[in-house]
């Protein structure tokens, strides 16, 4: 009975999930459209190069605690009181840093505004550190009702804002405005929503017990974080702003591809993982289930992206864009893999294996660092981006490793449920391509053609052959409205 309610709630969060992801996908494609009409690749440039740093020190605010708190079967007022003013002393320590080493950072990349760029952006860090307690509690209790309206609410506000003052031409400065007022609503929102308030209280007890996980998630997340911002810092100092405002570009557009269903289950799955960690059965079979239903899903929507990558830009951004083309293609290759690294590397985290998955995540991160540089020095742009998609793949190998041996869901078998998908995916992107070459009508009526037979063939082989994934996904609808009108 409990792991049947435990089931419903968290289908009914992945609902709310998808509820904020669909709608986010929404404003963010109308934001897309807008600034990047009125602003230029320069001016996301910018911002890419800074976000390094921010996120960075954002890593070392939270410390992996956010996940100890959540891993934790029953946290206590001590430990969530704890977490809140240690965030709050290391976003201090931290931004002192960034503030003083603007000037510097700003001569690195020879762009004196990236001074006072940097200085005015990293405010998020008050802003995250005051608010993380609150929505870790509420991600432990599955609340992603109240998470996804905050999140809308906020994107919509901070949308309408930027737009305005991009079009009066603040430049990167709307950019930043954008940022802030991401992270200044919620935290609002969630200090007047959520009853929990910080007890005048820091357990020196409690910190070393979070923190004997904690710090391993806390070294993970940042080295994962550095290895993820590395292409900017070498574009930024190798190139140019605006050439990283391309790159930016087409990280942003295949992010949404990628992460359009990932993101929704992910957020859920590491409370679900924390609740079913003593039963490792259970925990293989949910793996599969979201596994199987991420690949069903994403890597058709990253083939259709990648097969439509230049009509995409030229109508979602203009032509000005164009350049941004070969890196989202190539971005769209590493996606395939990234959309399903947090389901696996998050299971190894939830049954406190967090010093296992440092060791490995610095093994990951020495070969896929190394595979960037060398590919920069050796090939230049394509070089980086073969060495990006190289460390995505390389990642997702070693993260099923793990799961294989510590969860018991053996790394050829989740293979094995992957390739069906994964093939029919491949074939039906050739035959698209095939036609598309052998029709020659023009970029447009090509892309329209090419996405209606791609979207109709799959659509046939899902009704034809009834793939796992397929029937699974089509299973849980049904039942989760039965519930809800049942306990009406």
């Known amino acids: 009975m409990a792991e049947k309610k435990l089931k419903q709630k968290a289908v009914s969060s992945?609902?709310?999930?998808?509820?904020?992801?669909?709608?986010?996908?929404?404003?963010?494609?109308?934001s897309g459209i807008i600034l990047a009409r009125l602003l230029t690749p320069y001016d996301y440039g910018c911002i890419g190069l800074l976000a390094v740093f921010v996120v960075l020190a954002e890593?070392?605010?939270?410390?992996?605690?956010?996940?100890?708190?959540?891993?934790?079967?029953?946290?206590?007022?001590?430990?969530?009181?704890?977490?809140?003013?240690?965030?709050?002393?290391?976003?201090?320590?931290?931004?002192?840093?960034?503030?003083?080493?603007?000037?510097?950072?700003?001569?690195?990349?020879?762009?004196?505004?990236?001074?006072?760029?940097?200085?005015?952006?990293?405010?998020?860090l008050f802003v995250y550190a005051f608010n993380v307690v609150q929505q870790n509690q509420l991600q432990k209790q599955l609340n992603f009702k109240l998470l996804s309206i905050v999140a809308l609410v906020s994107s919509v506000i901070s949308l309408a804002v930027t737009i305005i003052m991009a079009y009066n031409g603040f430049g990167v400065w709307a950019l930043v405005t954008q940022y802030l007022l991401i992270a200044i609503i919620p935290a609002f929102a969630f200090w007047f929503l959520v009853k929990w308030r910080p007890r005048l209280v820091f357990s020196w007890s409690s910190f070393k017990e979070l923190f004997s996980f904690g710090f391993y998630m806390f070294l993970t997340n940042l080295i994962n974080q550095f290895g993820s911002q590395l292409q900017g810092l070498l574009i930024g100092r190798f190139y140019n702003a605006a050439t990283l405002g391309y790159y930016s570009k087409a990280?942003?557009?295949?992010?949404?591809?990628?992460?359009?269903?990932?993101?929704?289950?992910?957020?859920?799955?590491?409370?679900?993982?924390?609740?079913?960690?003593?039963?490792?059965?259970?925990?293989?079979?949910?793996?599969?289930?979201?596994?199987?239903?991420?690949?069903?899903?994403?890597?058709?929507?990253?083939?259709?992206?990648?097969?439509?990558?230049?009509?995409?830009?030229?109508?979602?951004?203009?032509?000005?864009?164009?350049?941004?083309?070969?890196?989202?293609?190539?971005?769209?290759?590493?996606?395939?893999?990234?959309c399903l690294q947090a389901v696996n590397l998050q299971s190894i985290s939830?049954?406190?294996?967090?010093?296992?998955?440092?060791?490995?995540?610095?093994?990951?991160?020495?070969?896929?660092?190394?595979?960037?540089?060398?590919?920069?020095?050796?090939?230049?742009m394509k070089g980086l981006?073969?060495?990006?998609?190289?460390?995505?793949?390389?990642?997702?190998?070693?993260?099923?490793?793990?799961?294989?041996?510590?969860?018991?869901?053996?790394?050829?078998?989740?293979?094995?449920?992957?390739?069906?998908?994964?093939?029919?995916?491949?074939?039906?992107?050739?035959?698209?391509?095939?036609?598309?070459?052998?029709?020659?009508?023009?970029?447009?009526?090509?892309?329209?053609?090419?996405?209606?037979?791609?979207?109709?063939?799959?659509?046939?082989?899902?009704l034809f052959f009834k793939p796992e994934a397929y029937t699974y996904f089509i299973s849980v609808i049904p039942n989760r409205f039965k519930s809800r009108s049942k306990s009406r």
């Not at 992945?14 to 109308?30: G, P, T």
């Not at 295949?254 to 993982?273: C, D, G, H, K």
């Not at 997702?396 to 995916?425: C, E, M, P, T």
């Open 251 to 338: 990280q942003r557009t295949e992010t949404l591809a990628s992460q359009s269903i990932s993101s929704i289950m992910t957020q859920v799955t590491f409370p679900l993982y924390a609740e079913l960690q003593n039963d490792r059965q259970a925990m293989a079979m949910v793996i599969k289930r979201i596994t199987m239903t991420l690949a069903y899903f994403s890597f058709p929507i990253l083939f259709i992206f990648l097969l439509l990558a230049k009509p995409i830009f030229i109508i979602l951004y203009s032509d000005r864009w164009l350049a941004s083309v070969p890196y989202f293609q190539a971005l769209c290759i590493a996606g395939l893999a990234g």
């Open 59 to 124: 890593s070392f605010i939270d410390g992996g605690f956010g996940s100890a708190l959540i891993q934790k079967k029953r946290p206590t007022q001590e430990d969530y009181s704890t977490i809140f003013f240690w965030n709050l002393l290391m976003s201090m320590i931290l931004y002192v840093i960034l503030f003083i080493s603007a000037p510097t950072i700003a001569r690195f990349y020879k762009i004196p505004l990236l001074s006072d760029v940097l200085r005015v952006y990293g405010i998020v």
């Open 385 to 462: 981006l073969a060495g990006v998609v190289f460390n995505y793949w390389f990642s997702y190998f070693i993260n099923i490793r793990l799961v294989s041996k510590h969860i018991g869901y053996k790394w050829y078998h989740q293979i094995r449920d992957l390739f069906s998908v994964g093939a029919v995916s491949v074939t039906i992107a050739g035959i698209c391509f095939l036609l598309g070459e052998w029709l020659n009508l023009g970029i447009y009526l090509n892309g329209l053609i090419q996405l209606v037979v791609y979207l109709c063939l799959y659509l046939g082989w899902s």
């Open 350 to 380: 939830a049954i406190g294996k967090s010093k296992t998955m440092f060791e490995w995540t610095i093994v990951k991160r020495i070969v896929g660092i190394g595979a960037v540089v060398v590919g920069l020095l050796c090939y230049g």
């Open 14 to 30: 992945m609902i709310w999930m998808a509820v904020q992801r669909y709608s986010k996908m929404l404003i963010q494609f109308v």
